[in-house]
């Protein structure tokens, strides 16, 4: 096993039966001013070299939580290994029907527990919706999970980091139309171009404002290589139409909004930090079934 | 905004609609320090509306580059952000402008008009007035007068006034009325930025979203309350207004009957504006009047009293010692009179008579100088009926104590005695915390930046009612008169860097309670 393979390294290999002890010492060596106020469980789970990832993402910014990261890497290992280091736990290479187990076991009780899906088969969200309040999807191809997570609505809450890196982006469009001579023009926006890196999320994108407004809308996708999954956006018709563009910093998107050939609306404002970890932080924020995002997933799932 | 349905389900919640800010006072500290960075915050979180502008007023000679150039010094400052760099605020700056003239001349307010309409922004306007009260009427009928007080739908006109919201009684129920001669009392909004902080507003979520508190929280259970507000700051620059304000007009008749009430107050049957402030009225009404008559008679005839005034303690700092420096006492600060009797600490004992507080004591106290800047609000529960642990422990049982605190630190704390291990019976008493500043990874928002929100949003939960002030006033104003004709040539000391002079401790003492130790 190599450095790389291997979940929090840094760590101080326990037995899982010492876990609870290990984190307990962790507290009362004041190492985190955190273990007595935690405020829920983050569950990454997936395949090794996307939980290193999860790994590095979540010690990047878990000063800041009060929050027991459990990352489980997927295995054929009934008695993985465990590290510890602060209030996070890796499981790397556990046997994929133990899964749900071992998060019972470590997940903190009474408080939420958002589960942050990496990779592995549609059918492993069936137990976990049993255990999570929330499960955040995060797979380069997602609509196998979506399909499977339309069977599943009811019982937890969905949702994906590809919508949450839409949020900013469908917030500013939202903005456009408490303007009201855009609302009243909302039978003209029916065309939607959209620039970026990531087919799936303008297919999203197009779905939600399908959904949302309750009127046909016509993508047109245009692939920018590039870290940015949306580089720009304009929907409308000649007359009228909104626009949002990235600007060069890859911080902020300058939008615009062009009524009866009238410049209206223009400003720049931030897409926020599209970061992995802080896409993750504001998942954990999230309590409630989203609806929007639910609707929109299922147009998608219908069209592909 | 609530019909959009592009905001159902999204995370970032819906900004207002259109909104011009309009702020009188544009040159002002309080624009500097707070307003200019909160809406530099608000944009960053994408809270502002699509369409907004700010129109700063001020006498002094500027024009929107210089406003802007303001802008740009203030986010540096207080913000800690390079306007010129950061894409946001160059195209927030980019919507500032400015309109220089005196506050008492009509044409001013002609040239508002045009500018709103200049600028596409006359659909929805907050005023904000950051200006001495003193100007407040001229802005206040001058905006009346020349019609921007009022718009036809969708449009709105709101304003939102800073404290003191007069100076007693009587200049608090006049301004009232001049207010509601141009404003109705939906469109006025009476800030008073202790309420925009997040745990105040979660002392309502505390209380009336956690079915395990509310059985608690009333005569049967709790012993009494005390609500600190400390300052380690003197007087600093504010000394021509603080010299006529004291701390009982600058901190009590608003921040802290607002706390108070908030503690005190009945569940309201919703959680909107005037359900939350009726039941804080009603909580407001209970309180009796701090000064009466019969035992105030007694105690000036037994000259026990140096205020006459017994459920009122004043005191004014003396040369000492704070946060490591030596520091002067209130008489030689500049600007303050070397007989000043304007007193920089109060404290005081409340009596609510109502249903559930009949017979628990509120005790409150807040001053400058003092050892440690921290506000908070604290309940002590009764000590259980039978202290059965007495014989075994050779430490008291500790009352439980619920602690909100308000600021620096924002966040609640509970004590509760526990068993001191590998003892046979010691107890000892241990805290349970919760901080808002390291529970939920976010940043915990500036009062102002809520405030402002809730105003552009039309909410006005969060402001002070025209009925609530007049009602504190009517508390306070009393006293004030009572010092007043005493004509005292001085009033207690305390040294500076002390927790208040010794009267406040024989006031609280005198049922057999002590302020808690902070």
């Given at each position: ?304 | ?284 009404l209970s309180i009796q009047p701090l000064i009466e008559e019969d035992g105030d008679e007694s105690n000036a005839t037994n000259g026990k009293n140096r205020d006459a005034v017994p459920n009122v303690v004043r ?32 404290a005081l004992r409340m009596r609510l008579d109502?249903?559930?507080w009949a017979g628990v004591p509120f005790f409150l ?109 009517a508390l306070v104003t009393p006293v004030h008169e009572r010092w007043?004709e005493e ?19 024989a006031l609280?003492?005198r049922e ?7």
């Amino acid at each position: 096993v190599t450095e790389t393979r291997v979940l929090l390294f840094e760590g101080e290999e326990v037995a899982f039966s010492e876990i609870d002890e290990r984190l307990q010492r962790t507290g009362d060596q004041g190492q985190t001013t955190h273990a007595r106020s935690l405020v829920g469980t983050l569950v990454a789970v997936g395949p090794a070299e996307r939980l290193i990832e999860a790994a590095e993402a979540w010690a990047d910014i878990s000063s800041n939580y009060a929050i027991r990261a459990i990352l489980i890497s997927h295995g054929t290992n009934p008695a993985p290994p465990v590290r510890i280091s602060g209030q996070m736990i890796a499981l790397s290479g556990l046997m994929t029907k133990y899964v749900d187990n071992a998060i019972a076991a470590l997940r903190l009780s009474s408080l939420p527990t958002v589960v942050w899906f990496r990779g592995g088969a549609p059918e492993m969200l069936d137990d976990l919706a049993e255990l999570a309040d929330r499960l955040v999807l995060d797979e380069a191809d997602p609509f196998p999970l979506w399909r499977r997570a339309l069977t599943l609505r009811e019982r937890t809450a969905f949702g994906d980091l590809r919508w949450t890196k839409l949020t900013r982006w469908r917030s500013l469009m939202a903005q456009f139309f408490d303007i009201p001579g855009v609302r009243e023009r909302m039978r003209s926006f029916t065309r939607l171009r959209v620039g970026g890196s990531d087919r799936i999320a303008a297919d999203l994108y197009a779905a939600w404002l399908k959904t949302s407004l309750s009127m046909p809308v016509e993508l047109e996708f245009h692939e920018h290589p590039g870290p940015a999954v949306i580089n720009d956006i304009r929907f409308g018709d000649r007359d009228q139409y909104l626009t949002l563009h990235l600007a060069k910093s890859g911080t902020c998107v300058r939008t615009a909004a062009v009524i009866d050939g009238r410049r209206s609306s223009s400003r720049t404002l931030s897409v926020g930090d599209q970061r992995l970890p802080l896409l993750m932080a504001e998942e954990l924020r999230i309590r409630a079934r989203d609806i929007a995002f639910e609707r929109a997933i299922a147009a998608c799932v219908e069209s592909s | 905004v609530h019909s959009n349905p592009l905001h159902d389900g999204l995370r970032i919640e819906p900004a207002p609609g259109p909104t011009t800010l309009v702020i009188f006072g544009a040159s002002g500290d309080l624009t500097r320090r707070k307003l200019l960075p909160a809406l530099y915050n608000l944009s960053r979180g994408q809270r502002l509306p699509a369409r907004f502008a700010v129109v700063g007023i001020a006498r002094s000679e500027n024009d929107d580059a210089g406003f802007r150039k303001g802008f740009e010094d203030s986010l540096r400052e207080f913000a800690h952000a390079d306007a010129t760099q950061d894409e946001i605020a160059v195209s927030l700056a980019s919507r500032l402008f400015y309109l220089a003239g005196e506050l008492t001349d009509p044409a001013l307010y002609v040239r508002l008009r045009e500018k709103l309409k200049e600028i596409d922004g006359d659909e929805g306007v907050l005023y904000y007035l950051a200006i001495p009260p003193e100007v407040y009427g001229d802005v206040i009928t001058h905006l009346g007068q020349s019609g921007l007080a009022s718009a036809p739908e969708p449009g709105w006109r709101r304003i939102i006034i800073e404290k003191p919201f007069g100076t007693d009684l009587k200049s608090a129920r006049e301004l009232n009325r001049l207010v509601h001669e141009h404003f109705t009392e939906e469109q006025v909004f009476r800030i008073d930025h202790y309420l925009g902080k997040e745990t105040v507003q979660n002392l309502l979520v505390f209380r009336f979203a956690n079915g395990m508190f509310e059985p608690v929280w009333n005569r049967r259970y709790i012993d009494h309350i005390q609500i600190t507000a400390a300052e380690t700051v003197g007087v600093e620059r504010r000394a021509s207004y603080y010299e006529h304000a004291g701390a009982f007009r600058d901190m009590v008749q608003n921040h802290l009957m607002q706390l108070l009430t908030l503690v005190a107050m009945e569940p309201p049957i919703a959680f909107t504006a005037d359900s939350v402030r009726d039941r804080k009225m009603d909580a407001l009404l209970s309180i009796q009047p701090l000064i009466e008559e019969d035992g105030d008679e007694s105690n000036a005839t037994n000259g026990k009293n140096r205020d006459a005034v017994p459920n009122v303690v004043r005191a004014q700092y003396a040369d000492g010692w704070v946060t490591g420096q030596e520091v002067v006492g209130y008489r030689r600060e500049p600007g303050v009179d070397p007989a000043s009797v304007t007193e920089t600490y109060v404290a005081l004992r409340m009596r609510l008579d109502s249903w559930r507080w009949a017979g628990v004591p509120f005790f409150l106290r807040t001053g400058k100088r003092l050892p440690k800047r921290t506000t908070e609000i604290a309940i002590q529960f009764r000590r259980p009926p039978l202290e059965i642990f007495r014989r075994v422990s050779p430490t008291p049982v500790e009352p439980n104590l619920l602690i909100i605190n308000v600021q620096p630190d924002e966040g609640i704390s509970i004590r509760f005695d526990a068993k001191l291990p590998a003892t046979r019976m010691q107890l000892a008493p241990v805290m349970m915390n919760f901080r808002y500043g390291t529970a939920f990874g976010r940043e915990v928002p500036e009062a102002y930046e809520t405030l402002l929100l809730d105003a552009m949003l039309g909410d006005a939960t969060l402001f002070a009612r025209h009925d609530f002030v007049e009602a504190s006033w009517a508390l306070v104003t009393p006293v004030h008169e009572r010092w007043r004709e005493e004509r005292a040539q001085r009033i207690p000391e305390y040294e500076a860097g002390e927790w208040g002079p010794d009267e406040a401790d024989a006031l609280i003492g005198r049922e057999g309670r002590r302020w808690r130790t902070l």
